[in-house]
């Protein structure tokens, strides 16, 4: 398995636990609250949520095996804590609408075209989020989070086959729910 310099700074025998922390959390900090977010719709609840994922990680960097990449250990521990929280008793449901991702702008568009582009992006986003967890959270690691299909199968504990489906289904999903609001 190939892993970045940063990622094998963070299991060095050199780091303190302290510094290991501020180093996993520098890394991954932007992406699990964005991850988590797409479970719970709520960017303080978001960042709530990754504040326990780092500390899940801190107790239990000891239980990293390396069969997987940090990235898709701490993308794993997101996910669980995210389901947790969300077949918890107490959860709520606050909709924030936030865009998912950064919209790539040319520079030769016109202000037009770029009203378009944007409204059409936060229209695919709004409906990723309306889709059932299953196929909404598999979309979501493949095209925003860029894993692999084998990344996401470890993620989720579910069968690279099965991944495939649910990408196949959510992608017939959204097709059809965009064409329709055309």
Request: charged share 30%; net charge positive.
């Amino acid at each position: 398995m190939i892993r970045s310099s940063k990622e094998q700074e963070l299991f060095s025998q050199g780091l303190s636990q302290e510094e290991w922390l501020i180093q996993i959390m520098e890394l991954y900090e932007d992406k699990v609250i964005r991850l988590a977010y797409t479970y719970v719709k709520d960017r303080k609840l978001a960042e709530d949520l990754a504040q326990e994922v780092f500390v899940k990680c801190f107790v239990h960097k000891d239980n990293f095996r390396s069969e997987s990449s940090v990235k898709t250990w701490v993308y794993a521990i997101t996910v669980n804590i995210c389901k947790d929280y969300l077949r918890s008793g107490w959860k709520k449901y606050i909709h924030v609408i936030d865009r998912l991702g950064k919209s790539k702008q040319s520079s030769a568009l016109t202000p037009e075209l770029t009203i378009v582009q944007k409204s059409e992006h936060e229209a695919l986003a709004d409906e990723v989020l309306k889709l059932p967890l299953k196929y909404r959270e598999v979309i979501l690691l493949f095209y925003y989070k860029e894993l692999t299909v084998s990344e996401i199968s470890q993620i989720l504990h579910k069968k690279e086959p099965t991944i495939r489906t649910l990408l196949q289904r959510g992608r017939e999903m959204l097709r059809r729910k965009l064409e329709k609001g055309r």
